[in-house]
């Protein structure tokens, strides 16, 4: 006998006939001629219902333990529904309890749960239809991801976690050590790290970046997509001290060349995510905190033109709007929210992009342009959000990439293979990172990134 999923179901891929279904109990009612039970597997948000004759044989003896949050498998009879709203049932010949739920402890019972209290539960709230939904939206997503490059010839480098070199030149990394914190070896008043396990500083990634740009050198594109750290003191909705990051790098692109892989990155993504998961999609424009133009807003981005305007035209703008904004508008200044959703949300209405902004707050390896005092940075905005993806075209020449480490007082000796990079066959190249938790948010419309990751990380929380 076939074993089906309830998503089959749900989507008309199963006909009418005989299976075997498996999952964990939402709710069971019993009565003297019918008993039901809502099943969920894990696959959908709307369970399939389950039709038992009270006269089955041992249901009376199992009945009692079939409490929420148990689970069980059934064979039986898929069939058309006569109740309102459903189009199958399920009409159980045979019903095994496979795990036992104590009733009286179990802490998903059928009500409604607060996502704070979810949060408190890592270990069940996938379980919740909340989150059942918004993990299997992340499953899609992951999987467009990798389709998307593989498609356009990319390949797919999985770069360390473990590294000595500052992407982004903040210094806000998480340290790996095996020295003994209560006897830290010093030479000199310094840190002796040649006793340490890999016999130098090493700290865990906060970007691939670097090392992607090694292989787009070798094998001309290649994508990364895995785990990044940073150990911001960030304690808000929009920042995690562990993430999931896709950094593409290009040879022989520009900056041309980066914004419309960019835009046609995030609409294949958000047009998956609208094509895959229509049932999980509805559920969220269910939800009171989720906006009812939530999808016709995402259309709105999959079927524009994305526009591109100057940072030095975009605080033009912002400083001619009347706008009254939290952060004062000015020359030099980076970006905040607040800016960027006026230029998407009220000025452009509609995706953008704001390129060449100033050098003194872009990361040292981005391409210095002729004026001397920008880059050729480029971030793509989205109405709602503001920034989803930031890039550049990278900075190729080895002279102007040594001055800016320089200027940024870098450690020159921990970027010597990266700038030997410069000598051997240099090219323009190009890349961006999308962050995958802040994608996941924009299109679930979830207000809180610790939601869209199974284990959240962030300041004073590393549990499960």
């Known amino acids: 006998m076939q074993k089906i999923s309830i998503r089959q179901v749900n989507q008309d891929k199963i006909s ?4 075997i279904v498996e999952g964990w109990v939402r709710t069971h009612r019993q009565s003297k001629n019918v008993s039901f039970i809502d099943l969920s597997d894990g696959t959908a948000v709307k369970g399939l219902q389950l039709v038992i004759n009270p006269t089955l044989e041992g249901y009376q003896e199992l009945a009692p333990r079939i409490t929420t949050g148990a689970a069980i498998r059934v064979e039986g009879q898929l069939a058309a529904s006569p109740a309102k709203g459903q189009k199958f049932e399920f009409q159980v010949t045979k019903l095994e309890l496979v795990g036992e739920a ?3 402890s179990y802490p998903l019972q059928k009500k409604g749960h607060t996502l704070e209290f979810l949060r408190e539960i890592l270990h069940l709230r996938p379980r919740s239809n909340t989150f059942g ?3 299997r939206v ?4 992951s999987m467009a991801i990798n389709k998307f490059f593989y498609d356009r010839g990319f390949y797919y480098v999985h770069t360390p976690i473990i590294t000595s070199s500052d992407c982004e030149g903040a210094g806000a990394m998480f340290r790996v050590t095996t020295l003994d914190l209560a006897n830290v070896p010093k030479t000199a008043g310094k840190v002796d790290f040649s ?7 090493a700290s865990l990634t906060v970007s691939g970046q670097l090392e992607g740009e090694i292989f787009a050198t070798a094998l001309n594109k290649i994508y990364t997509f895995g785990p990044t750290f940073r150990a911001e003191n960030s304690n808000t909705t929009r920042h995690l001290s562990e993430f999931w990051m896709i950094e593409p790098e290009m040879a022989f692109y520009n900056l041309q060349d980066n914004m419309q892989l960019a835009q046609d990155f995030i609409k294949y993504l958000i047009k ?5 998961c229509q049932e999980e999609m509805q559920f969220f424009l269910e939800r009171e905190w989720v906006a009812k133009d939530h999808v016709q807003n995402l259309e709105h981005v999959v079927n524009s033109q994305f526009t591109a305007m100057d940072y030095t035209e975009a605080i033009k703008v912002l ?3 009347g706008k009254k904004f939290e952060f004062p508008v000015h020359w030099g200044m980076d ?3 607040e800016h960027e959703r006026y230029l998407t949300d009220e000025y452009v209405k509609g995706p953008m992009f704001v390129v060449n902004y100033p050098k003194d707050i872009k990361a040292f390896y981005m391409k210095v342009n002729d004026d001397g005092k920008t880059v050729r940075a480029m971030d793509t905005l989205v109405p709602r959000l503001g920034e989803i993806i930031g890039g550049s075209q990278r900075e190729e020449r080895h002279d102007v990439l040594l001055e800016r480490i320089r200027e940024m007082k870098l450690p020159e000796e921990n970027y010597w293979w990266y700038l030997q990079l410069r000598k051997f066959g240099t090219v323009p190249h190009a890349g961006f990172g999308l962050g995958f938790e802040r994608f996941l948010m924009y299109v679930t419309g979830m207000q809180n990134i610790r939601d869209v990751i199974p284990f959240p990380r962030y300041p004073g929380y590393s549990k499960f």
């Open 195 to 201: 006793q340490d396990f890999f016999k130098a500083e």
């Open 335 to 337: 970006l905040q929210s």
């Open 272 to 276: 998956w995510v609208l094509d895959t």
């Open 133 to 135: 939904a918004v993990f």
């Open 319 to 321: 400083e001619k709007s």
């Open 16 to 19: 009418v006939g005989s299976y």
């Open 102 to 104: 104590d009733a009286e």
């Open 138 to 141: 992340r499953s899609e997503a």
